[in-house]
């Protein structure tokens, strides 16, 4: 039975990168999911007060790797999962910023996207205006404050999962991992939260 549930990014959060990694490595191996990947901006959840992220994206940092993210996502869907796992490579492995939009071009590039056409949608404000209103939808209906949530019918989970599935990892544990989340979503919302005291490495 196929599994339908949606999950927040945001390229500079590391949980958020291993979550979306199992994702990706699952869904290549043919794990029965239906995946809406959802852009969540982590620097307009943390702003407090002065101008939005939305009034002024030249000042956040990772908001045009999550525009280009959410353009591949809708324009260039065959391209999306090596784009995505690239975008956050370039951030955790290499070391790069993400507000350089050179980065964000060399990786769309890379994976056979024309970064011209992501970058028209961005300086147009199409792509900002596409974040923004899934940000503050999800926001809105499930309290969503942070990546990676995952959301299923009207219950939403905040998970860090502490592994990483690199490309050409076995996709067993990948699985598993998912799956897991996926049943103490829908399965058991009693379960508030559940959180080891402490890191065993």
Known sequence: MTSTFAVTWDYRCPF???AHEHLLTGLAAGADWQVRYLP???????????????DEPGQDSGIVALQAGVVVRDEYPRQFPAVHRALFAARHDEGLHLEDRSVVARVLTDHDVP?????ELIDS???LEQVRAEHEQFVS???V???PT????DQAVFVRL????PAGADPRPSISAVEKVLDLLTGYPDLNEYKHTTIPR
């Not at 970064?115 to 970058?119: H, I, K, M, P, S």
């Not at 995952?150 to 019918?153: C, G, M, P």
């Not at 502490?162 to 599935?165: D, E, I, L, P, S």
């Open 141 to 143: 209906s499930h309290d």
């Open 125 to 127: 404000g199409a792509a």
């Open 162 to 165: 502490m592994t990483r599935a």
């Open 16 to 18: 958020a990168r291993n």
């Open 40 to 54: 969540f901006s982590l620097g307009q959840a943390h702003v407090e007060e002065g101008p939005s992220v939305w």
């Open 115 to 119: 970064a011209d056409a992501v970058f």
């Open 145 to 147: 404050w942070g990546v």
């Open 150 to 153: 995952f959301i299923a019918d």
